[in-house]
Nanobody
Framework: VQLQAFGGGLVQAGGSLRLSCAAS????????MAWYRQAPGKQRELVAK???????NYADLVKDRFTISRDNAKNTVYLQMNSLKPEDTAVYYC???????????????WGQGTMVTVSS
């Protein structure tokens, strides 16, 4: 089971980017999915989370600018980032709570991270 993130890059302040993260492998079920970020010299922080049913919550710093969504049929989570600011520069990681076919319980899995750089 793995998570693979796509969509990072360099963008000017005020611009937009869309991240995607696809889960693959012997997946029996996926629960919550989320995006975290880690800026240089800082701790990893939660950006947004979405439940299997579509309920969402956001960090205050990104509320009204970022939108998390998911496609359960594709085992994919997205992060639409608008009105980007230089302080949004970070490595963005996707995370999912998943159960493999042979597991009795769920575990947390992390993607490899994708770099987002916002220039001023």
């Amino acid at each position: 089971v793995q998570l693979q993130a796509f969509g990072g890059g360099l963008v000017q302040a005020g611009g937009s980017l869309r991240l995607s993260c696809a889960a693959s492998g012997n997946i029996a079920s996926i629960g919550d999915m989320a995006w975290y970020r880690q800026a240089p010299g800082k701790q990893r922080e939660l950006v947004a989370k979405i439940t299997h049913g579509g309920s969402t919550n956001y960090a205050d710093l990104v509320k009204d600018r970022f939108t998390i969504s998911r496609d359960n049929a594709k085992n994919t989570v997205y992060l639409q980032m608008n009105s980007l600011k230089p302080e949004d520069t970070a490595v963005y990681y996707c995370q999912a709570t998943m159960r493999r076919h042979w597991d009795f319980s769920c575990s947390n899995y992390w993607g490899q991270g994708t770099m987002v750089t916002v220039s001023s």
